[in-house]
């Protein structure tokens, strides 16, 4: 492998194992390659869709306007965004400074939030493009509860305990079915308003952590 693949969480980060403070992050960086792929968790990731049917030379100024005058502004966010033929959807999530701590010797950067993944790993389970569906993992001890449209993050939360997971989908009457992954399954079992769909996701997510998609923090590059 040549890149050095970190986890980022909100208190610490996991390099080869090992958990550190970010404040530590001086310990370790003569370990890390100059390409790095960072993987963000416990962070929501949040979306605007715009329906705007946009020439390929019109999608980039775009998407730079929507960004600079309808999403925050305070240093700490990361976009990307996906286009289909339903329009444009722009995403951010937090993490740009734990980003910014990391990758001072770095030439190249990848960054990939856990919601992205779990979207690739279900286009392939699913073997279609524009897929709709929910689903429910758990994840380093977070849930991550994740809505798709036409093969497109939609919605979501991040959440550390079953509990708010099942309040917060009583809450919108979402008793529809969601693919759940095995290692939480027996967990909700009993909370039979759900219709659920057992789903092997762990091995495939560790997979789709090798390969690409990236964010970046206040300019969109490509």
């Known amino acids: 492998m040549n890149k050095s693949i970190v986890v980022l969480k909100k208190n610490f980060f996991i390099y080869n194992g090992e958990e550190y403070d970010y404040d530590r992050i001086a310990e370790i960086k003569h370990l890390l390659k100059s390409n790095l792929r960072l993987i963000i968790l416990e962070e929501d990731l949040y979306v605007k869709q715009f329906t705007n049917k946009l020439k390929r030379n019109q999608t980039y100024e775009f998407i730079q306007y929507k960004i600079n005058n309808e999403f925050p502004q305070n240093g700490d966010v990361l976009y990307n965004f996906d286009k289909n033929n339903n329009g444009i959807s722009i995403y951010y999530i937090k993490g740009s400074k734990r980003i910014e701590k990391l990758s001072e010797i770095a030439s190249d950067i990848e960054v990939k939030p856990i919601q992205i993944i779990v979207k690739d790993v279900i286009k392939k389970v699913l073997k279609c ?14 849930y991550y509860y994740m809505l798709f449209k036409n093969g497109l993050f939609n919605y979501g939360f991040v959440k550390e305990s079953k509990e708010e997971v099942v309040s917060l989908l009583n809450e919108n009457n979402d008793f529809e079915e969601i693919y759940v992954d095995n290692n939480i399954i027996d967990n909700l079992l009993n ?22 998609q990236r964010l970046y923090s206040r300019k969109i590059l490509w």
């Open 191 to 212: 909370e039979n308003k759900f219709k659920l769909i057992k789903i092997n996701l762990g091995e495939l997510i560790n997979e789709k952590i090798y390969e690409k």
């Open 129 to 142: 493009s524009d897929f709709n569906c929910k689903v429910l993992i758990n994840w380093n001890e977070y």
